[in-house]
């Protein structure tokens, strides 16, 4: 069997401000950091 693991980014700083990141690398809050470690 196979398993399929879907995981979101973590928070960023243009999440907080409601504005689209389409192709732009933005910065992760340090919020999405810790997300982002605790997932793995």
């Known amino acids: 069997m196979h398993k399929l693991v879907l995981i979101r980014h973590g928070e960023s700083t243009w999440n ?3 504005r689209f990141t389409g192709w732009t690398d ?6 999405g950091v810790s997300q982002a470690m605790s997932a793995g």
Request: charged share 20%.
């Open 16 to 18: 907080l401000e409601n």
């Open 26 to 31: 933005v910065d992760l809050t340090p919020t």
